[in-house]
Structures are given as C-alpha cells and as structure tokens.
C-alpha cells in the first residue's frame, strides 16, 4: 500500500500535477511513511525522471518547469517536517549554502538546507546563482565554519573551483570547510578540486559536515 502511494507520488511528479503531487503527499504521511523516505523516494526519483524524459527529448522545457512546480508543491507539505521536534540543542556550526554563478537549480540545495538545519547546523542560504566573490565576501565576514555548494549543470561544476581558488587567493581556505554537492559531480571531482566534502544526497550530506564538525 505505502508503496503504491510512492509510485503514485512519482508518476504525478512526472505527469506535473502539483494539486495531485499535495494531496499525494499528505496521503503518504497519513500512512506512516517518513517524511524524508518520501522525499527521497516519491518526489525526489519523481522529477529525476522528468530530467531522463527531458535528457531523451520526450520532455521539453515547460515539462521541465512543471515537474520543478510539483516537486516544490510536495516540499511545501514535507520540507517543515524534516525539522524534526524541534529539540532545543546546542549549534554544530553555520553552512553558507548556495548554488553557483550561472545556475539556477534551488530544489536539492533546499532540501540539503532544510536537513542540515533540522540536525543542528545554522544554515544562511544565498539562493541561487551567486557570484564566486558573494561566497568569498560572506566567509570572510561571517566566520562560519562551512560552505556548501551546489552545481546542476556540467557548465557550471567548474565554479565550485573556482570559488576555492578564489578562497585560496584571498587567504580564507583554512577558514571554512567546503563541501560539493549536485548531480553531475563525485567525490573523485571533490578531492580533485580540493573541497573537504562530497555527498550525493541531503542525508549524506549531513553525516559528512557533523564528520567534518567533530573531527574540528
Ligand atoms: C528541476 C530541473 C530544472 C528546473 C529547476 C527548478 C529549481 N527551482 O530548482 C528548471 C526548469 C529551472 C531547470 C532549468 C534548466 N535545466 Co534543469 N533540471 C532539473 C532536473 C529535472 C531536476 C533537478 C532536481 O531538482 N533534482 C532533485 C534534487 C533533490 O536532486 P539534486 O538537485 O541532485 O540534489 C541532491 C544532491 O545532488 C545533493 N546536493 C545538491 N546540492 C548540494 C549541495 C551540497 C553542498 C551537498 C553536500 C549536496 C548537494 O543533495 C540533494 C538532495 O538529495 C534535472 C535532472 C537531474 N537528474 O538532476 C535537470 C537538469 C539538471 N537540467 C538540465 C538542463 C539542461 C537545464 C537547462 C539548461 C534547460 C534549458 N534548456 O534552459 C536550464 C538551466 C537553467 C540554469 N541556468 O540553471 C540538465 C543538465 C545537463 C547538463 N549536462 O548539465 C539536467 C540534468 C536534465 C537533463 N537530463 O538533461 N531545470
């Protein structure tokens, strides 16, 4: 039964159904499911989907941005209770987080956000699109101890780099630990471009910063 619900939650991504992909969601927390289960599971494979259809030219742009409304749509319900119970808890650190200058995917760099924050991290989101020189500017003067960045597209991984070199030239790099993240990259393009961190998803995201947290 919960599985069906999933699948449901897939295909209404697919067919980009926002009203559906809602009231879907609800459902399937009415059945138990975990709220990051159905993240990751329903809408998450949902709108990878929607890139594969895009990728084999089946999809076209407005399928596209359908999918990305649904999805949201899904996160509206889901995203507030991946905050768990709100536990009062001493803070493992601030992430500034944001996707890179020429790219506009905000979808996972949010759920990575919202994850981070329900595991105790503070989270300052620059949004989408930043210039490597904001990221720089924000490290130099907030002192957080983490920089997430997300790239969607193979055009715009190489601004990962470049936002580390441009820590480098501006003596911050020991300041803060840098973690990648976005479809299109590994952890071998990671350490190739000297970050501290990869992961694949916001799950694994989190377990690597508190890695990175507790070995500082
Ligand atoms: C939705 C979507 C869009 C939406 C984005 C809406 C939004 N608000 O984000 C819109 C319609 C705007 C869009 C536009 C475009 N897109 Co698009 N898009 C997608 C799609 C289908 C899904 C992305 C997504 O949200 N995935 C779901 C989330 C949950 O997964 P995720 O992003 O990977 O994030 C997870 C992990 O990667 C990781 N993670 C992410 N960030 C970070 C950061 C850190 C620090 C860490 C540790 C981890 C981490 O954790 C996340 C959560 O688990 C992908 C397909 C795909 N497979 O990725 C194409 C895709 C990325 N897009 C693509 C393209 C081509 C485009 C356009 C160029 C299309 C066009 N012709 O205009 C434009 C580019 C616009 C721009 N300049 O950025 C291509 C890229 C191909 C390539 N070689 O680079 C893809 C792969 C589709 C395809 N198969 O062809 N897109």
């Known amino acids: 039964m919960s599985i069906d619900i999933l699948a449901d939650l897939r295909a209404a991504v697919l067919d980009g159904e926002p009203a559906e992909?809602?009231?879907?969601?609800?459902?399937?927390l009415a059945a138990g499911l975990a709220p990051l289960a159905i993240v990751q599971e329903g809408l998450t494979a949902g709108i990878r989907e929607v890139g594969e259809e895009f990728q084999k030219g089946k999809y076209f742009l407005p399928d596209l941005v359908r999918g990305a409304h649904s999805?949201?749509?899904g996160l509206e319900v889901l995203e507030p209770l991946l905050a768990g119970n709100g536990e009062a808890r001493a803070s493992l650190g601030t992430v500034i987080l944001g996707t890179v200058h020429g790219d506009l995917h905000s979808i996972g760099k949010n759920i990575v956000g919202a994850l981070l924050r329900a595991s105790g991290f503070e989270v300052e989101d620059l949004g989408?699109?930043?210039?490597?020189?904001v990221f720089v500017e924000k490290?130099?003067?907030?002192?957080?101890?983490?920089?997430?960045?997300?790239?969607?597209?193979?055009?715009?991984?190489?601004?990962?780099?470049a936002v580390i070199t441009a820590l480098e030239d501006g003596g911050l790099r020991d300041r803060v630990r840098v973690l990648l993240g976005g479809a299109p990259i590994d952890k071998a393009w990671a350490d190739r471009v000297g970050a501290d961190g990869y992961a694949p998803d916001a799950a694994r995201a989190v377990r690597v910063a508190k890695e990175l947290a507790s070995a500082s």
Not at 21 to 28: E, G, P, Y
Not at 140 to 161: D, I, Y
């Open 21 to 28: 992909v809602k009231q879907m969601a609800q459902r399937a």
């Open 71 to 73: 999805m949201e749509a």
């Open 128 to 133: 989408v699109n930043v210039p490597t020189q």
């Open 139 to 161: 490290v130099r003067e907030s002192g957080a101890g983490f920089l997430g960045l997300s790239a969607l597209l193979t055009t715009t991984v190489h601004q990962q780099e």
